[in-house]
């Protein structure tokens, strides 16, 4: 077992029209990991998992899930993935029971309506099991496409944008949900528009542009790049240097001494602010405002998809 359960190389995808929408794509999956995709319209992220699923096929590149060529070995690499794909699909008058059961039947596993009955209470849908699809509401269909995909109990799980135009409550729900699955061991892809999403839930983002993965990395780690805070005090009277008393606090001079900024880690414990106030009181040293401004997953994001396309 290697710790790899998805392994991506060279991945590219020329579209029939000639449009190319997976450039040489490099990607490793961890066992175990959320894995978050970030990207904006059109950057390839349901061409990436519609390939690892089988859906398209690749143009050039190789796959492998826990192990076996998607190519060569399919239905060994398939039976191990669930996907909840970005569009909604209607088999309207089948019932939920009926879909999610046969869903599971597709993959070759024996029926185990015990499984299907705690997924389906698992996603608040055991209520709904005799109702038709089509009298379900958009967040029970969005739900109902979840329980399809971990009704055959999957090792690899693909999102593609679960929570677009779900409700708050819902989002909530289903992020819970993705944690909770995860604790079981299962390992969870998924792609996103909403930064936010991605940095409550995931373990490791990757940033995908024109079919290119331009950025991976340990969300702790970019946050820590990122999660930097800057105070700014705007001085009552200028300074001309940075008094040796507050030597021990990381301060810059700016503006022609009538700011002093002040950077701080959001995720350490101490911020140090007290101990600055503090400090600058007992120097003499007073301001007339004070803001602060923090860089985001969100900047980065822009900044790192605008210099892409530059
Ligand atoms: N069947 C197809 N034929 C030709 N081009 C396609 C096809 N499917 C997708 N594309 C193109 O490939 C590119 C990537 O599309 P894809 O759906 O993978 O993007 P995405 O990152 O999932 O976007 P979104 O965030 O909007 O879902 C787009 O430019 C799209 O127009
Ligand atoms: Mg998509």
């Not at 794909?85 to 209607?90: A, D, G, R, V, Y």
């Not at 299907?116 to 055991?126: A, T």
Request: hydrophobic share 40%; glycine share 8%; net charge negative.
């Amino acid at each position: 077992m290697s710790d790899a359960i998805l392994s991506i190389t060279g991945l590219s995808k020329t579209y029939a029209s000639g449009f190319q929408a997976l450039k040489k794509v490099d990607l490793e999956i961890r066992r175990g990991e959320i894995f978050a995709l970030l990207g904006p319209n059109g950057a390839g992220k349901t061409t990436l998992i519609s390939i690892v699923c089988g859906i398209v096929n690749a143009s050039a590149g190789r796959v492998t899930v826990d192990g076996h060529d998607i190519a060569a070995d399919y239905r060994a690499a398939r039976s191990l993935i669930g996907l909840v794909p970005q569009e909604l699909t209607t088999e309207a008058f089948e019932t939920v029971w009926n879909t999610v059961s046969f869903s599971r039947g597709l993959f070759g596993k024996p029926a185990d309506p015990a499984h299907i009955e705690k997924v389906l209470r698992d996603l608040s849908l055991w209520d709904k099991k005799d109702n038709a699809i089509r009298t379900l509401s958009g967040g029970m269909k969005r739900r109902l496409l979840i329980a399809k995909a971990l009704s055959h109990e999957p090792q690899v799980l693909f999102l593609d944008e679960p929570t677009a135009g779900v409700d708050v409550t819902l989002r909530q729900g289903m992020w819970e949900l993705v944690r909770k699955l995860r604790e079981t061991g299962v390992t969870i892809i998924l792609t996103t528009h909403y930064i936010d999403e991605a940095e409550e839930m995931a373990d490791r983002i990757g940033v995908i542009s024109k079919g290119e993965i331009i950025l991976v990395e340990d969300k702790t780690e970019l946050m820590r790049k990122l999660g930097k805070k800057q105070l700014t005090l705007q001085l009552a009277q200028p300074l001309e240097q940075i008094p040796a008393a507050l030597s021990t606090h990381p301060l810059a001079l700016a503006a022609n001494g009538n700011e002093l900024t002040y950077t701080y880690d959001t995720h350490s414990e101490h911020s140090g602010i007290a101990a600055l106030l503090d400090d600058l009181d007992k120097a003499g040293i007073s301001f007339k405002d004070l803001k602060t401004s923090q860089s985001s997953l969100e900047d980065i994001f822009v900044s790192l998809v605008r210099e892409k396309e530059a």
